[in-house]
C-alpha cells in the first residue's frame, strides 16, 4: 500500500513540474496573451480570403427568427409558471 502512495505521490509531482516543460511555446506573441499566429499557408487576414465564410443574410435570419421564437415560448413558460407554479415545458400544453 506504501508503494502505491509513493507511485502515485511521484506521478503528481512529475505532473507539476514537468507539465510546463510539456506545454508549446513556438508561438511568437504580439503582446501577452496574444499569440495567435496563422498556420503555414493560411493568410493573416481571413476576410476576403477563399477561407471568409461569406455568411448568408437568409441563414442568419433564419437563426435570429429561431431565437427569438424561443425567447417567445420561454416567456409562456415563465408566466404560466408564475400563475400555477408548475413548470410545464411543452407549450403546446399551456392553456393561454
Known amino acids: 500500500m506504501r508503494k502505491m502512495h509513493f ?20 508561438t511568437k506573441c504580439k503582446a501577452p496573451g496574444n499569440c495567435w499566429e496563422p498556420k503555414p499557408g493560411f493568410p493573416d487576414k481571413v476576410e476576403g480570403s477563399k477561407y471568409d ?29 408564475k400563475k400555477t407554479g408548475k413548470w410545464e415545458y411543452d407549450v ?4 393561454q
Open 7 to 26: 507511485a502515485a505521490a511521484l506521478a503528481v509531482g512529475f505532473m507539476f513540474t514537468a507539465g510546463g516543460a510539456l506545454a508549446y511555446d513556438g
Open 53 to 81: 465564410p461569406k455568411h448568408d443574410p437568409k441563414e442568419l435570419a433564419k437563426q435570429g427568427a429561431s431565437v427569438q421564437a424561443m425567447e417567445e415560448r420561454n416567456k409562456k413558460r415563465v408566466e404560466n409558471f
Open 92 to 95: 403546446s400544453k399551456i392553456a
